[in-house]
DNA sequence: ATTATTTTAGAACAAACGTACGATTTTTTA
DNA sequence: TAAAAAATCGTACGTTTGTTCTAAAATAAT
């Protein structure tokens, strides 16, 4: 019984956190996260303005946790999608698809993660960037692996990532279909870049 | 003689608007928009804080006196040197030539353009959507140009958008080498991905 | 049942902001 | 040189913000 009712408390609080987590980052995403205020989250969870912070500490802490939140699963299921795959350009396929696919189905989060990176400040900044760095690494990898004369990879990487990342600005879920043309697109794109590069020298 | 006075007043006011404009421009493109204050630039420009509504009525006129010079200084370029054009992929090329070497150039404004269109409210950002409308229907002609069997350029422009637009979350004037490869990269990129779009489908 | 603990709400605070105002200085005009 | 116009500054106001504090309500423990 005792062990019934914490749990139910501790479930009771875990769906709160994560309703709270969700409404921050819908409004987040839409106001940005300097015209977003904590009155507006306790608005629309309908938890009081002095309560939300029983849930977190400063309003910092919580743009933090939902990035490295969102961070962590991308990475995650993209490593995870990698395992299975040794062909260069199928890893560029998955890696592509894997992001792309993440950011239509959790817009709010990666438009966060996308433009509100330099929201962020001290050691909460300091440890996103340790994660983005090592993600973009990954794709940095698989782009060397294509084509292994590339010896700087900087103008690919982040022209790929541009592709993916500019996708808040325009697609609406609404509207737009499925993912898939847009993922055969960039990698089409990904793929010529990474082949040609630097050909000319040659 | 009192026509020297007078071009030296306006010449002064002339000047003076465009520190206000440029120092601004710093300083929405470093803080963001919102986090700036006019106090900031106030201090910036050693003008004081009354005296900065002068030279503009409120903030948001301000930033988007800065998004329509700088939207359509691009714009005109663009224009301007596309006149002299014919082939499509040439065409392309001046049109990603043109953005790219314009963004790296005006980073502060540009910056300003691509990551604070949600800004701008009202009549404000009627005018400068208005204006990206058409900007970017300059580039998806271009791709409808080259291939023509493409009814819905959507995906690939703003794919393109991307990754020129991403610039400023990794260019580093004081590090990185020229444009010209950025260039040569991306036009790569946007001519395969415009030239296979929907192959599959055949 | 009563005490202790956790959960919740609302008011209060200090700081920062955009903007308006009034006064003062500088420049122009007559 | 006197009057009029402009440029310039510092202050003040009202609002909004993130955060803290106090107290009440609800729940758990004994």
């Not at 709270?20 to 819908?26: Q, T």
């Not at 983005?132 to 990487?157: C, G, H, Q, W």
């Not at 022209?159 to 043309?181: A, H, V």
Request: proline letters at 1%; one cysteine or more.
């Amino acid at each position: 019984m005792i062990q019934f009712t914490k749990d139910t408390a501790s479930e009771k609080y875990n769906t709160r956190l994560q309703t709270i987590f969700n409404a921050a980052s819908e409004i987040f995403a839409e106001k940005g996260y300097h015209q977003a205020s904590i009155r507006n989250i306790a608005k629309a969870t309908g938890v009081s303005l002095g309560h939300l912070y029983y849930y977190f500490s400063n309003k910092e802490e919580l743009l933090y946790k939902i990035s490295l939140n969102c961070f962590e699963s991308v990475k995650f299921s993209c490593v995870e999608k990698l395992e299975s795959a040794t062909d260069s350009e199928e890893r560029l396929l998955i890696f592509i698809e894997n992001h792309v696919s993440y950011f239509v189905n959790h817009l709010n989060e990666m438009k966060i993660l996308a433009h509100e990176s330099d929201s962020l400040t001290g050691d909460f900044n300091e440890e996103i960037l340790e994660i983005k760095r090592n993600y973009i690494s990954i794709l940095e990898a698989i782009v060397m692996e294509i084509n292994p004369k590339i010896t700087d990879p900087t103008i690919i990487t982040f022209s790929i990532f541009g592709m993916m990342n500019w996708i808040y600005t325009w697609y609406n879920p609404k509207i737009s279909s499925g993912i898939s043309q847009i993922v055969e697109t960039i990698f089409q794109m990904a793929i010529s870049g990474i082949k040609n590069f630097e050909l000319k020298k040659n």
